[in-house]
Nanobody, 121 residues
Framework: QVQPVESGGGSVMAGESRRLSCFVS??????MGWFRQAPLKEREGVAG????????IYVDSVKGRFRISQDSAKRTFDLQMDSLKAEDSGIYYC????????????????WGQGTQVNVSS
């Protein structure tokens, strides 16, 4: 069973940084992704990483500010978030996907419980 578990959420001021971490137990699937859901909005894919090739993909709104990385030895997939904005607030989820097109946000199957990020302006 694949089980992602997120950590690192909290409250920050706009312009600050925050690092989220996702620990995965069970099999490491080809794609790991970070998603977020703001109040009254649909969940959106934010960043994905192909765990075999190391290639990454980002939604336009976070390009240049967020970076997804993996530490295979620790089985963790981190999301470094810099220059945070109020609109980055939401519940952040880590998820695992079965095939290597990590920008196919609908393919993610195993989900964590989420971690809350609040950015105050």
């Amino acid at each position: 069973q694949v089980q992602p578990v997120e950590s690192g959420g909290g409250s920050v001021m706009a312009g600050e940084s925050r690092r989220l971490s996702c620990f995965v137990s069970g099999q490491i699937l080809p794609c790991m992704g970070w998603f977020r859901q703001a109040p009254l909005k649909e969940r959106e894919g934010v960043a994905g990483i192909n765990t075999r090739r190391g290639s990454t993909i980002y939604v336009d709104s976070v390009k240049g500010r967020f970076r997804i990385s993996q530490d295979s030895a620790k089985r963790t997939f981190d999301l470094q978030m810099d220059s945070l904005k109020a609109e980055d607030s939401g519940i952040y989820y880590c998820a695992a996907g079965f095939h290597g097109d990590c920008g196919d946000w609908g393919q993610y199957y195993y989900w964590g419980q989420g971690t809350q990020v609040n950015v105050s302006s």
